[in-house]
């Protein structure tokens, strides 16, 4: 049977895994701006699902390697060989701001 | 207080692959901005990686070279951060599985001798591209060229206890990249940059202070005066009461001091992960045996054999095989008929000593010196069987060099007239010349004046314009001198 | 005729009883009308679609001509497509014109298909009702005040009024399947690696699996046929020997087509929660299935109830790390007004993401930030091989596994979209074989009270697409609910 949230909500009180503090960072390190109230409704919509992450933290898994790919393939390795034409011109026509082939940023201070 | 210091160094190789990392576009060396940048180079939406196996290949030629375990397995995991010359705003890297562990470095420390050098680790990460900081109406211009270029980033054990030993661990680990082929070394274009971590910490204390980490030194000599200039704010810090921040800093030479970099004390969380694009790495037995049986004898190796074969003293022997175009020149010159019988250390001496002079003032590599291994081997046989004296030689080479009679030491020993003069009877009427014509010397040496004996050496050697045997002449002086 | 499925029209174009032109030209004209209703589509290309489907003609005429050739097809619009606009349903690449093509389009190109335009998805795949888009949500051909489903909204839509007889999309989720139960079509997504990864602009790298809706099961073999292939671009790409996906579906099995079949039955897919209309035509179809002579045996899955928490782990990691890339440099939208590089990143994200997308970084960023890799990254693909191991237990006793696709059916435009959790749920079903890599079909099998389509979903393990394909088409050779097109759309 799969639970809805309902029931997670009468069977497991847990503690609330995402603080709005963690919204900011996560925002910061992610570098979208997000406002006071933006945070707060984020939390807000998350609950439900880091409740729901929550349960699945408590299953046993002593012992279980992770999965990290559907199949056990190993890597394929490419000939070393230069392959690729200049495109510039082509990849560029999307570019927001271009001088003289360079992409332009504001400057970056070090 | 008597103060440790504690060194690590990470190093980042660019590895001479004609092709990137994880795409098919280019390496070569400055190229119009962005014209070896391919889709998967800039990002583009959709794009992927696959793995060059020239890469792999030469880091398990690095793994080999300082005798550490190749993984069998390795994994390639992402770090995430944002900078514009970081087009996927993640950098793909090797994280908990690096593909070489353990191996070490031997070399020749300054204050503690012979010693091995441990490294932690060896992986494969791709290169990040170039911030133009000219002024582009007060924009940064980022060209992507060198993104996605392979590096191979050494992490040493901090076993490192001075600017001086860094700086030789450092030139070392330079020549041992060139030497077996994985990197140019250019230091000039970033093929070889390195990371020091620094550390002081009481004589004695087994701890480890607060570290800093001083970032892409791309050169020996500001190493050098980077190293000095942290451990000295680090101790005066210390002394003063000061608490040590563990932070990243940049060299700045202009000013010869380090300087905190500000962005970076926003504390970096790179979140690695496994990259869901690339499964893991698997090297196979096989395919390091064939790289094993395809490596070039090893500096250390060839520089004990050096010791044994040729006779030639240790330190010459390391200096020798510090490049391996010079351990070849010198075992050529060993090797040629006329170099059978040449006494190794004499051979070691010319060429780290007149060879690597006249090369310096030319300006050119040894594989480039216009006197050739069997040539330079002729003219050492002349100095051995006293054709010519050592200083002669030097005439000789020099005639050589410029490519005078066709750049042969007996042709410049004919043609010049030098050969040395070793006949009995007219070294005795030199010395009776020389004699006569000094009896004040004379009578100074007579009176008890060791050094008049000199002075009249000298003087028959500038009658002969250095041609005579100066042992014969001396000799006949004594003997004459006596009775 | 022009509403008819893949392989009804290329019999047709290949008897010369319709023109390829003609067949384009017609849709194009559907699309026209239907697409301010729908708004299944953000990019038509006529000429480039008339100028394919004279191509196509010529080579029937040649009789050079394959299965698909002459066919219109539409993409998802995650789907890098050289020289079309693609825009992953988002302002960031609102006007961004792709400099290349997938390696599933340029195969679908190669066998003939007709490209006549990018269609509309929830925003970088994420969602599961197409209300996610920039550009507004795709309505439902069976009741246009209803959703069509995600991410692939837009393809299902297009295939449910038939506007084009097939579509491709993206499944991460669910996101082919679940949009084909909510539109009353089949969507089928292969095994992970099958189909090159190469173009698809990605949202979760280890999840994402391209595949194709059409009106049947046969239909999306014949595609599937054409999108599967070794790349070496792609180093997750499988190198296998070729597959004829349709082999089983031809051949002649008699009365009892599905005997030896056996087909495995959770109870999890089984219990309350799930409507009870749906509930009545799965338990119907599965009296269908025993008649064609397949036998049924119930199972448990004990992990699968932790499907959705370990996909809203790992897929919002690996997402919140592909979408790095999107950061106003080198291509997509910038802000227009920043004060320094921080602030251009800042806010260049803030306006080119929605709402869902942004929100899913933020999941996607702490999960993997320092201290609690271990605790939530590390742990939910723990929890992926003990669901995986479930249904490797299961496939030792059972051929295929059967279910409903989704809890519900499609629901009014603006009912969950105030409550992220109540919209996740809808994958409850189908999230399980992404996390596995294993192959699943969703093919029509009702209606609800309301006239609203009804999914059953049919899995399978690694590689077992011809399988899974057989069942579903032997179902179809036996009901008509795939036959059905919306009163509002029907020719």
Redesign the interface.
């Known amino acids: 049977?799969?639970?809805?949230?309902a029931l997670f909500l009468q069977r497991f009180l847990v503690i609330m895994a995402?603080s709005v503090d963690?919204?900011q960072?996560?925002?910061h390190?992610?570098?979208?701006?997000?406002t006071a109230a933006e945070a707060i409704d984020?939390q807000n919509?998350?609950e439900?699902?880091f409740r729901?992450?929550e349960?699945?933290?408590a299953?046993d898994?002593t012992g279980?390697?992770?999965?990290?790919?559907?199949?056990d393939?190993?890597?394929?390795?490419?000939?070393?060989?230069?392959?690729?034409s200049?495109?510039?011109t082509?990849?560029?026509?999307?570019?927001?701001?271009v001088?003289?082939?360079?992409?332009?940023?504001?400057?970056?201070?070090? | 207080m008597k103060w440790e210091v504690v060194i690590g160094l990470e190093t980042h190789t660019q590895l001479s692959t004609a092709s990137k990392i994880f795409s098919g576009a280019s390496t070569a060396f400055a190229a119009a901005p962005n014209s070896q940048a391919s889709a998967v180079d800039i990002a583009l939406p959709g794009v992927l990686p696959v793995l060059n196996k020239g890469a792999v290949e030469r880091a398990i030629r690095f793994g080999l070279a300082v005798d550490g375990t190749i993984n069998k397995r390795s994994v390639f995991a992402r770090k995430n951060y944002f900078y514009p010359d970081l087009p996927k705003g993640y950098q793909i890297s090797q994280y908990e599985i690096p593909v070489v562990r353990g191996g070490s470095i031997a070399i020749v420390s300054p204050t503690r001798g012979a010693i091995k050098v441990a490294l932690t680790r060896a992986h494969l990460e791709e290169d990040a591209g170039k911030s133009l900081h000219e002024d582009f109406r007060g924009m940064t211009g980022i060209d992507l060229n060198r993104a996605g270029t392979p590096l191979l980033e050494i992490v040493s054990e901090p076993d490192l206890r001075s600017s001086e030993e860094a700086v030789v661990y450092a030139k070392t680990l330079h020549a041992l990249v060139r030497w077996i082929g994985i990197c140019d070394g250019n230091m000039q274009e970033g093929s070889f940059r390195c990371d020091a971590n620094v550390s002081v910490r009481p004589g004695g204390e087994a701890k480890l202070g607060t570290r800093c980490e001083i970032k892409n030194l791309n050169s020996f000599r500001f190493m050098h005066q980077a190293i000095e200039f942290e451990v000295r704010r680090q101790i005066e810090l210390i002394e003063d009461g000061g608490k040590m921040v563990q932070e990243t800093r940049l060299y700045d030479p202009d000013r010869n001091e380090t300087r905190s970099m500000r962005s970076k004390e926003d504390a970096q969380d790179y979140r690695y992960f496994p990259d869901p694009d690339l499964p893991p790495l698997v090297i196979d037995g096989a395919w390091i045996e064939r790289i094993r049986a395809e490596m070039p004898e090893l500096p250390e190796p060839m520089a004990h054999r050096f010791v044994a074969d040729y006779s030639v003293p240790m330190p010459d022997a390391v200096q020798l095989t510090w490049s391996r175009e010079t351990a070849r020149y010198f075992e050529s010159a060993m090797q040629a008929p006329v170099g059978a019988h040449l006494n190794g250390k004499t051979a070691a001496n010319w060429i780290l000593g007149e060879i690597s002079a006249r090369l310096n003032r030319d300006g050119i590599e040894i594989e480039q010196a216009p006197v050739r291994p069997n040539e330079f081997a002729q003219l050492l046989a002349r100095v051995q069987d006293n054709t010519i004296s050592g200083s002669i030689a030097k005439e000789v080479l020099d005639a050589m060099w410029a490519g005078e009679n066709g750049g042969d030491a007996d042709a410049v020993i004919a043609a010049k007239g030098l050969q040395q003069i070793s006949d009995a009877g007219a070294i005795e009427r030199i010395v009776d010349d020389v004699l006569a014509a000094n009896p004040a010397i004379v009578a100074e040496y007579q009176a008890g004046k060791e050094r008049a004996f000199n002075s009249l050496v000298g003087k028959a050697m500038a009658t002969t314009k250095g041609k005579a045997n100066p042992a014969q002449v001396s000799a006949i002086l004594k003997r004459k001198l006596a009775g | 005729m022009i509403t008819s499925s893949v392989a009804e029209l290329s019999r047709a174009l290949n008897a010369r009883r319709l023109s390829s032109v003609e067949l384009t030209g017609a849709l194009l004209d559907r699309i026209d009308a239907a697409n301010r209703r729908l708004n299944a589509f953000l990019t038509v290309d006529r000429e480039g679609a008339l100028a394919q489907a004279r191509t196509a003609d010529a080579r029937i005429a040649a009789g050079t001509s394959s299965a698909l050739t002459g066919i219109p097809l539409a993409h998802k619009d995650v789907i890098m497509t050289e020289g079309l606009r693609t825009t992953c349903g988002s302002r960031m690449l609102e006007n961004f014109v792709a400099p290349y093509s997938a390696y599933v389009a340029e195969r679908l190109a190669h066998a003939g298909m007709v490209l006549v335009g990018k269609t509309n998805m929830d925003e970088f795949a994420m969602g599961s009702s197409n209300e996610n888009s920039y550009f507004g949500p795709v309505r439902n051909p069976w009741n246009t005040t209803c959703v069509a489903g995600g991410s692939s909204g837009g393809s299902a839509a297009a295939v449910a009024a038939r506007l084009v007889p097939a579509a491709t999309g993206t499944d991460t989720g669910g996101s082919i399947r679940q949009p084909a139960a909510l539109s009353g079509i089949s969507g089928l997504k292969p095994t992970y690696g099958v189909c090159s990864r190469y173009g698809l602009v990605a949202f979760a790298s280890s999840l994402d699996t391209p595949g194709a809706l059409g009106q049947t099961a046969e239909d999306c073999a014949l595609l599937l046929n054409a999108m599967a292939g070794h790349d070496v671009r792609d180093s997750t790409s499988l190198d296998r020997p070729k597959e004829d996906y349709t082999r089983l579906l031809s051949a002649n099995a008699g009365a009892k087509p599905l005997a030896g079949v056996r087909i495995g039955l959770p109870r999890e897919y089984f219990g309350a929660g799930t409507e009870s209309d749906i509930a009545n035509a799965i338990e119907a179809a599965i009296a269908g299935f025993r008649s064609l002579g397949a036998t049924t045996v119930e199972l448990s899955l004990p992990n699968v109830e932790y499907s959705l928490p370990v996909y809203y782990v790992i897929s919002p990691a690996e997402a919140s790390s592909n979408l790095a890339r999107f950061d106003g440099v080198r291509y997509g939208h910038r802000a227009a007004k920043y004060d320094d590089l921080m602030d251009m990143y800042k806010k260049t994200r803030a306006e080119g993401f929605g709402a869902e997308v942004k929100r899913r970084i933020l999941v996607g960023t702490y999960v993997l930030s320092h201290g609690y890799y271990d605790a939530y990254y590390l742990k939910a693909q723990q929890v992926r091989r003990l669901i995986a191991d479930d249904f490797q237990r299961a496939y030792r006793s059972c051929d295929v596994i059967v279910g409903p696709t989704s809890p519900t059916t499609a629901f009014c435009l603006g009912d969950n979209t105030d409550d992220p959790v109540k919209m996740y749920l809808n994958d409850i079903f189908t999230i399980a074989s992404n996390l596995t890599g294993t192959p699943a079909i969703s093919i029509p099998c009702g209606f609800d009270g309301k006239g609203l389509p009804i999914g059953l979903q049919i899995q399978g393990n690694a590689f077992a697409e011809a399988q899974v394909l057989n069942v579903a088409h032997r179902y179809q050779q036996m009901t008509d609910w795939h036959r059905r097109i919306p009163a509002e759309f029907a020719p």
């Open positions: 049977m799969i639970p809805y949230p995402l963690d919204v960072r996560a925002a390190l992610a570098r979208i701006e997000i984020v919509k998350l439900g699902i729901m992450i349960r699945m933290r299953v898994t279980i390697v992770p999965m990290s790919h559907a199949q393939v190993s890597l394929s390795l490419r000939e070393d060989r230069a392959t690729e200049d495109q510039r082509l990849y560029q026509r999307n570019a927001p701001a001088e003289d082939g360079l992409y332009l940023v504001p400057k970056v201070i070090e």
